[in-house]
C-alpha cells in the first residue's frame, strides 16, 4: 500500500480539475484549447505525479454544453480514466466522479475497490447527486425537482456502497431506492474506504456533503463570504462528529508579466469566447443548481468564461501564489488548478509558483 496524498500531511491540496473533458475549464474556440485525449492526460499525470501534485479530479459528463465548439462534448468516461492512470502513476490519487442516478452501487463499490487495488491505495470517489437534467433526459433519467429526493436517493445509494465495503458477510437489502439479494461485496478498497469528495451547494447537499464527505468542494468568489462559509461547514460537520475540509478550484494563467497574463486572458475568455456555451453553462447553473450562489452568479460570467467560474489565478509567479496563499488563508484546504493547455503552461507552474508555495510553508 503507498500513502494517498489526500489523507497523509497537512500541506495545502493541489490538484487538476477536468483534464478528462474537452476544453477542460475554458469555453473558448481558440484552436490551442485543451484536447482531453488520452495521451495528453497520460503525459500530464506523469509530469504532476514527479512535481508532488496530490490530486487529479474528473468530471463526470454525458452530453456537452452546446456553443461553436460544443463546450465538454467530448468526456473521458472517468472510472476507466482513473483506471489508467493509477497504472501509470506511483504517488499522485485519482478520483472517479461518479453520477448515483446513473450508475449502480453495488458496480461502483466493486469498480472502486478494483482500481484502489490498481493504484495500491490512491483512488477516491467525487459523489454527484445531480443537477443537470438535459442530462439525465439525455440517460432517459428522471431530475427529481426537490433536493430532498436527489440527495435521500444519494444517501441510500452511499449506505449500500459502504455496507458492501463493511460486509463479510451476504446480505439482503431492502431500500426505498435499492433492493438486493444476498449480496456481498469483496473486495473492499485497500484501507475499506477511499477519501470522499463532493460538491454540493443547497442546504440538503450540504448536510449530505457533512454526513459523508471527507472533503466538500466549492467555488470561491468572495473570499471574506469563502471565511465565513467554511468555519459553518466545519462546525457544522464538527457537530456530527466528523472532520470535512473544504475545497475550491482555480483557474491558472501564469506569464512572466500581468501584461502577458492578461492579453492571453482575454485572447481565450472575451475575443474567441464562445458565448453560446457560457450562456448555457450559467443558464443551467441557475435553472438547477445552488453550486453558486444565485445573487452572484449573473456577476461572474467573465469567470465561467475564463475557467467554467474557477477562481482567477492570472498574472506573474508571485501574483499566482499570491492568490494561493490568499485561498489558503481563508481557510481552504486546497485547490484544483486548470489551464487552457495543462500540458504546455503546467511546467512554467511548476517552476516558478510551487517554489514560492514551499517557501511560504503551505506546501
Ligand atoms: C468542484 C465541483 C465539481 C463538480 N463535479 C461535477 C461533475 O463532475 N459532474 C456533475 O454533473 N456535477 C458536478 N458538480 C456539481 C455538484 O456535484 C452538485 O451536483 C451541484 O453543485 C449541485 O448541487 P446542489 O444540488 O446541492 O445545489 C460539481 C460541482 C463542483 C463545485
Not at 508532488?52 to 473521458?76: N, S
Request: a negative charge; hydrophobic letters at 40%.
Amino acid at each position: 500500500m503507498t500513502q494517498n496524498p489526500m489523507l497523509s500531511g497537512d500541506r495545502f491540496r493541489l490538484g487538476t480539475f477536468s483534464t478528462n473533458c474537452s476544453s477542460g475549464m475554458t469555453p473558448t474556440k481558440i484552436a490551442e484549447r485543451w484536447d482531453n485525449s488520452w495521451d495528453n492526460n497520460l503525459t500530464l499525470a506523469k509530469m504532476l505525479d514527479e512535481a508532488g501534485i496530490d490530486f487529479m479530479l474528473p468530471i463526470a459528463r454525458w452530453i456537452g454544453y452546446g456553443g461553436e465548439t460544443d463546450f465538454h462534448g467530448g468526456v473521458l468516461e472517468t472510472m476507466t480514466w482513473a483506471a489508467g492512470l493509477l497504472a501509470s502513476t506511483k504517488n499522485i490519487a485519482v478520483f472517479a466522479t461518479i453520477h448515483t442516478a446513473a450508475n449502480h452501487p453495488a458496480v461502483i463499490a466493486k469498480q472502486i475497490a478494483t482500481i484502489d487495488q490498481i493504484g495500491h491505495g490512491r483512488a477516491g470517489l467525487n459523489i454527484v447527486a445531480g443537477w443537470n437534467k438535459p442530462e439525465y433526459e439525455a440517460l432517459g433519467l428522471s431530475l427529481p425537482d426537490d433536493h430532498e429526493t436527489r440527495y435521500a436517493y444519494a444517501q441510500e445509494w452511499f449506505d449500500l456502497v459502504k455496507k458492501l465495503w463493511a460486509s463479510d458477510e451476504h446480505f439482503d437489502w431492502d431500500g426505498k431506492y435499492f433492493k438486493a439479494k444476498k449480496i456481498k461485496g469483496n473486495p473492499a478498497p485497500v484501507r475499506g474506504s477511499v477519501p470522499i469528495i463532493n460538491a454540493a451547494g443547497s442546504p440538503q447537499g450540504r448536510e449530505f456533503a457533512t454526513d459523508n464527505a471527507d472533503f466538500l468542494f466549492t467555488p470561491t468568489i468572495d473570499l471574506i463570504r469563502s471565511k465565513d462559509e467554511i468555519v459553518e461547514l466545519k462546525a457544522q460537520a464538527r457537530a456530527k462528529g466528523r472532520n470535512v475540509d473544504v475545497l475550491t478550484f482555480s483557474h491558472v494563467i501564469c506569464r512572466p508579466t500581468r501584461e502577458e497574463a492578461e492579453a492571453f486572458l482575454k485572447y481565450t475568455a472575451v475575443d474567441n469566447s464562445d458565448t453560446a456555451a457560457v450562456d448555457n453553462l450559467v443558464n443551467l447553473q441557475f435553472a438547477h443548481a445552488h453550486s453558486f450562489p444565485h445573487d452572484l452568479l449573473a456577476q461572474i460570467k467573465h469567470l465561467f468564461a475564463m475557467g467554467h467560474g474557477g477562481f482567477p489565478l492570472v498574472g506573474t509567479p508571485d501574483d499566482v501564489a499570491e492568490g494561493i496563499l490568499k485561498l489558503h488563508a481563508a481557510g481552504f484546504a486546497g485547490t484544483t488548478l486548470s489551464f487552457v493547455d495543462y500540458v504546455k503552461e503546467f511546467p512554467y507552474f511548476r517552476d516558478t509558483v510551487l517554489p514560492k508555495l514551499h517557501a511560504a510553508g503551505i506546501r
